[in-house]
């Protein structure tokens, strides 16, 4: 039985509409994060701590935590609290400053680590880029800031046949170790638990803990968004009664719970992982082209880069703040003009009528920052 890695991605980036963010952020608070919290939290103490799972929290969502819902933050600072959750590291505003900022990356990931010790405690290890973004020099660059690991999503262009289940190593790296994400597990979870069409249905834990005990290798990364729990699969399709028993099942299967620091330090690197172009969790490309696939989404990334350098001259802590806010990714996602099912993804998480309508509104917003600070754009 391999040992089963459990983490959860906790991000709401700051949309445009105010009223919209606090509409959002209260649903999903109420759907997913307290009672998903509450129900985990119980799993960890009635396991005496043998069940464990890791966390990304954004800076963005923190932020929207303390002036909407400041139960919610709470919620999160209890479940840490247990002992059984790692917290993992990435870009404060889950951005993709790593393609128009060496400079502002690094800002972005100290600032994350400082909010981390700030409202957790805890100082993180392990490294996760925004939308699972990785390649060979982001691996580097995580080794190079100090980390152990770093979370990958292995796609089969550059997988050359490796498995997800078993730790790796980047070329060159001589410490940093790379987890694989199990994409077909975590996405049976994240996506196609609640389909009647594909042909697992209906997920039990039962049928899900014999798919984890017939994977060969170290350990089984399930990786996915916190919100496909409650909120993109809903709580009447079944949700919280599968995670309910999953935990527990899979311990009495002879399953170990790790995190990823755990993983870290119990494995060796297998192989070495030659990713040398950017890979994502998203799409069916699993690429950077459902952020910088089309000439809208090229021309927002060059406009947020060409104010780097006038908005930090300015030395306005307002004005940095909202650059930074205006650099989360999903602002760039909901330009997206993709087809098909990635279409219809993009299409139901964003707050706009069409892709054409968030760029308009987005470099509207960037020239106006642009403005106030005389650096037309």
């Known amino acids: 039985m391999p040992d089963v890695c459990l983490y959860f991605q906790v991000h709401q980036p700051h949309r445009l509409d105010e009223k919209l963010n606090r509409e959002i952020l209260n ?3 109420d759907k997913c994060y307290l009672p998903a ?19 990304s929290i954004t800076g963005t969502v923190i932020e929207q935590f303390r002036e909407f819902r400041p139960d919610v933050l709470e919620s999160f600072q209890q479940l840490v609290a247990t002992g059984g959750v790692e917290l993992l590291a990435e870009t404060y505003h889950h951005s993709l400053s790593f393609l128009y900022s060496e400079a502002e990356f690094q800002r972005q990931c100290d600032m994350h680590l400082d909010l981390m010790e700030e409202c957790f405690a805890v100082r993180p290890s392990v ?20 980390f152990d690991g770093v979370i990958a999503e292995g796609t089969p262009a550059f997988t050359d046949g490796l498995s997800p289940n078993f730790l790796y190593r980047a070329p060159g790296a001589a410490r940093i170790k790379t987890l694989m994400r199990n994409h077909t597990l975590s996405n049976d979870l994240a996506f196609r638990f609640s389909d009647p069409s ?20 170290d350990l089984v990364n399930l990786f996915m968004d916190y919100e496909s729990i409650g909120e993109h699969q809903k709580k009447e399709q079944g949700i919280y009664e599968f995670w309910r028993k999953v935990p527990e099942i899979l311990i009495e299967s002879g399953a170990q719970w790790v995190t990823p620091s755990e993983a870290v330090a119990i494995y060796a690197a297998k192989d070495e992982y030659d990713c040398p172009e950017p890979t994502s969790w998203a ?27 006038p908005v930090m001259t300015s030395g306005d802590a307002e004005l940095i703040a909202e650059w930074g806010a205006l650099q989360s990714s999903d602002h760039l996602y909901w330009m997206s003009t993709k087809g098909g099912s990635d279409g219809q993804v993009t299409s139901y998480f964003s707050p706009y009528r069409s892709p054409c309508a968030a760029h308009e509104v987005f470099i509207a917003e960037l020239r106006d920052l642009g403005k106030r600070i005389g650096q037309p754009v």
Do not use: C
């Open 27 to 29: 649903r999903v608070a």
């Open 37 to 55: 919290n509450e129900m985990f939290r119980r799993r960890i103490e009635e396991s005496h701590g043998l069940f464990r799972m890791a966390f």
């Open 127 to 146: 490294f996760r880029n925004s939308e699972l973004i990785y390649d060979n020099a982001i691996a580097a660059r995580a080794e190079t800031l100090g």
């Open 198 to 217: 594909w042909g697992g249905f209906p997920l039990t834990w039962e049928k899900f803990t014999a798919w984890i005990g017939q994977s060969p290798g």
């Open 283 to 309: 799409d069916a490309e699993r690429d950077l082209s459902a952020w910088a696939g089309n000439a809208m989404q090229l021309e927002a990334l060059k406009m947020l880069g060409d104010l780097e350098t």
